[in-house]
Every structure is written in C-alpha cells, then in structure tokens.
C-alpha cells in the first residue's frame, strides 16, 4: 500500500503540472514577481536618484558661477590696486600707464576680458587744484582709479539674475 500512495502522489503531481490551469498559475507566480520587484527596496534608491540629481546638477554649477563671481571681485579689486600703485610710484605717470597696469592685473584671472573702457583713471589735490609733479610735501597729489567690469554667468539660471556689475576704486598718494 505505502508504494500505491507514492505512485499515487508521483501521478497527482505531474498531473497538476501538465494542466493548463497549472501552467497559469506558474506565470502568476512570475507575475508576483515583478509586483515584488516594483516593491522592493532596492528600486528606492535608484528612484532617489533620479529624483535628486537635477537638484545636484543644479547645486554644483551654482557653486562653480558663484565661485567665478568671486574670482572676478577679486581681479577687480586686484586691478584697481595695480592700476593707482603703478601710477603712484611712476616717476612719468599717465593714465594709460595706470590703465594697463589695471587691465593687465584683471586679465590674469581666466574668463576676465577687461580693457582700458573698463579702467577710469583720475589726479586730484585735497583743495581741488591741478596736480605739480613731483608733488610737494604741503601740497600732497592723489590718484584715483576706478574698475568697473560686468560679469555674466555661465548658465541661464530662471529667476535669478545673470549678470552683475563689480566696481572698485582706490587712492594712492603720488610718491613722484
């Protein structure tokens, strides 16, 4: 009797197997196997990514423009300095001398196009009087340089503006 119920069982599951109703439960189970696939965790996190990766794009080429912005404050600040030492220390000063000190100085800074429309160039006395070269110790001679230069962004960024204007002018007292 044991082997009758054996070869019973064997009969009864290779039936079940052979049926067509079994062979749709069979592509159920590989049905519920997708549906587990779309719940399953692991598709989180590439869903995450997808999600964030705009918003990190985004972040990073801010940061790049925002750091470019910087480096062009600085060359202005950098090329107005340049711009009234060389004209203060000169023994023959003129303004195109201060202005291509200027631009020279802004021009090592990479993406900065600077020209001499970008420089202004001015002598003065305290009481309003032209300037005697060498100056005098009672009648002191200062020169003013002024930068102004437009910077534009690398990316067309919605809503925020894309252009900004730096401007920088210092003084120096003319040592000749």
């Keep these: 009797m044991i082997r009758s119920q054996d070869r019973i069982g064997l009969v009864r599951k290779s ?22 696939f779309f719940r399953d965790d692991r598709g989180q996190s590439m869903v995450e990514l997808g999600l964030l990766a705009p918003l990190l794009v985004f972040i ?3 940061g790049a423009d925002l750091a470019r912005a ?13 711009g009234a030492e060389a004209y203060a220390i000169s023994a023959t000063p003129t303004a195109a001398l201060a202005q291509a000190a200027a631009v020279a100085e802004m021009n090592r800074t990479p ?3 600077a020209t001499s429309s970008n420089v202004a160039v001015s002598e003065y006395q305290p009481d309003g009087s032209a300037c005697v ?4 110790a009672l009648q002191p001679c200062y020169v003013s340089v002024a930068v102004n230069y437009t910077f534009h962004t690398t990316t067309a ?17 003319v040592f000749y």
């Excluded at 960024?157 to 007292?173: D, H, L, Q, V």
């Design 133 to 136: 070269h060498p100056p005098m």
């Design 15 to 36: 039936h079940l197997e052979n049926t067509p109703h079994a062979r749709l439960l069979v592509k159920l189970r590989r049905n519920v196997g997708m549906r587990r």
């Design 111 to 113: 993406t900065v196009n």
């Design 60 to 62: 990073l080429l801010g």
């Design 157 to 173: 960024w919605p809503f925020i503006p894309n252009t900004a204007n730096f401007f920088r002018g210092t003084e120096f007292r």
């Design 70 to 82: 910087y480096a062009v404050q600085l060359a202005v600040q950098n090329g107005a300095r340049a």
